[in-house]
Every structure is written in C-alpha cells, then in structure tokens.
C-alpha cells in the first residue's frame, strides 16, 4: 500500500507523525471526493506500471502525477492541514480501497467520476506527430546533456531524436518535399515546441511521450 501511495506523491512528502489529531473541521465533501480519486490514481499508476493496463483508466504516469500534487496542494490550503495530514488521509483512502470486500470493483466504481476529474484539472495529454516527436527528444537530450553530460540516458535520446529526425525528413521528401523543406519544417517543430515551454504552455509535459517511443521503433520486417 505504501508503494502505491508513494509512487506519486512528490508534494505530499513523509514527514514524522503529528502529535495530535489535525483539525478536519474545514474538509469538505469536494476535499474527500478529490483526495479519493487521488488514491485511486496512486494505485492504479502503480499498477500501470507494471504492465497492468486497467480498464476504464488512462495512462497516469504523468497526468496523474500532476492532479495529486495539486490536489494535494489545494486541500492543504483550503482546508488547512499540513503535509502529514493530507499524506494520512490518502493512505486511509488506499487502504479502504485495496481492502474492500471487492478491491476491483471498488476500484472501478471510480473509474469514471475521477477520470472526469482529472480530464478537467489536467487536460488529457497531446499525441504528438512525427516531427513534434524529433523535436521532444531533441530538446529533451539538450537539457539531460547540458545537465548531466553524454550518459548513457542522454546518448539514447540523442538516437532516438536522430531516428525520428531521419523518418520525418524521408516522409517529407516521399511526399514531394525537399530536402530542404524536410529540415525546415523539423526546425520550425523544434522552435515551436521550445517557444511553447517558455510561453507557460506545457511544453513537452502536455504531450504523449509514449507514443514517440512507439514511432520509433524498428520497422517490422516482411517476409515474403
């Protein structure tokens, strides 16, 4: 339970236990509701990460990390509880559900109010085209080698923006473009993308970074 409660939860960090009971005077049924399905996103985003893709849910590495940092942001100041409180109020929403009489359908009963709510506190993620996709992992291994240096984590992003790059340009010139086009309009996706992080606008978090792994994947061989 710790595990699933803890695999999102970057800003509702494990302090020490508080020395009295908190004051739950301000929670309200909004505040449950939200942190529920908060603890729904925790256990299914763990599972998910395992390989497990539950029905009616959608991917929540990255959407669902998002509303449970901000969730439980706004109930520490709407309701004025402190970390450890909020922290203590999902892991009693966890376990409810991983030890109901039917942790499944108790599960999937929440399905469909907690997607709702998370399609409109963090909106569903972009699916990117082949050139955005070039672009993500361009900038990506810009920053990780600025960062960190040529690792072994920025030399495959480093590849796989170059195969992307490659599959975009030979798309292009197949469609009748030149060369020049081709590069073009890969660089015009690369500025685009950068312009959209420092507008505020989300940048490479608001798009579907799975499916740019998937494009770049070799090409199935045909036998004949």
Same mark, same amino acid.
């Given at each position: 339970?710790?595990?699933?409660?803890l695999?999102?939860?970057?800003?509702?960090?494990?302090?020490?236990?508080?020395?009295?009971?908190?004051?739950l !005077?301000?929670?309200?049924?909004?505040?449950?509701?939200?942190?529920?399905?908060?603890?729904?996103?925790?256990?299914?985003?763990?599972?998910?990460?395992?390989? *497990?893709m539950?029905?009616?849910?959608?991917? /929540?590495?990255?959407?669902?990390?998002?509303?449970?940092?901000?969730?439980?942001?706004?109930?520490?100041?709407?309701?004025?509880?402190?970390?450890?409180?909020? +922290?203590? /109020?999902?892991?009693?929403?966890? +376990?409810? /559900?991983q030890t109901?009489g039917?942790?499944?359908?108790?599960?999937?009963?929440?399905?469909?109010?907690?997607?709702?709510? /998370?399609?409109a506190?963090?909106?569903?993620?972009?699916?990117?085209?082949?050139?955005?996709?070039?672009?993500?992992?361009?900038?990506?291994?810009?920053?990780?080698?600025?960062?960190?240096?040529?690792t072994?984590?920025?030399? *495959?992003?480093?590849?796989?923006?170059?195969?992307?790059?490659?599959? &975009?340009?030979?798309?292009?010139?197949?469609?009748? +473009?030149?060369?020049?086009?081709?590069?073009?309009?890969? !660089?015009?996706?690369?500025?685009a993308?950068?312009?959209?992080?420092?507008?505020?606008?989300?940048?490479?978090?608001?798009? &579907?970074?799975?499916?740019?792994?998937?494009?770049?994947?070799?090409?199935?061989?045909?036998?004949?």
């Amino acid at each position: 339970m710790i595990a699933a409660l803890l695999a999102l939860a970057p800003a509702v960090a494990v302090h020490a236990a508080a020395p009295q009971a908190p004051d739950l !005077s301000r929670l309200t049924g909004e505040h449950r509701a939200a942190l529920r399905c908060a603890a729904a996103f925790a256990i299914v985003a763990t599972e998910q990460s395992g390989g *497990d893709m539950l029905p009616g849910w959608p991917p /929540l590495s990255v959407r669902g990390k998002r509303y449970f940092a901000d969730t439980g942001a706004m109930v520490m100041k709407d309701a004025g509880l402190d970390r450890n409180a909020v +922290r203590d /109020l999902i892991a009693t929403d966890v +376990r409810a /559900l991983q030890t109901a009489g039917d942790p499944d359908a108790a599960l999937s009963a929440l399905a469909k109010p907690c997607v709702a709510r /998370l399609d409109a506190a963090v909106p569903p993620l972009v699916t990117p085209d082949l050139k955005q996709c070039a672009a993500i992992m361009a900038l990506a291994y810009d920053e990780l080698h600025a960062r960190e240096g040529m690792t072994p984590a920025a030399r *495959d992003l480093k590849t796989l923006a170059s195969v992307l790059s490659v599959r &975009e340009r030979e798309a292009l010139i197949a469609l009748g +473009r030149s060369g020049d086009d081709a590069d073009r309009a890969l !660089s015009q996706a690369r500025e685009a993308l950068a312009a959209e992080a420092g507008d505020g606008k989300g940048g490479i978090d608001k798009y &579907e970074i799975a499916h740019c792994y998937d494009l770049a994947k070799p090409a199935e061989k045909t036998h004949y």
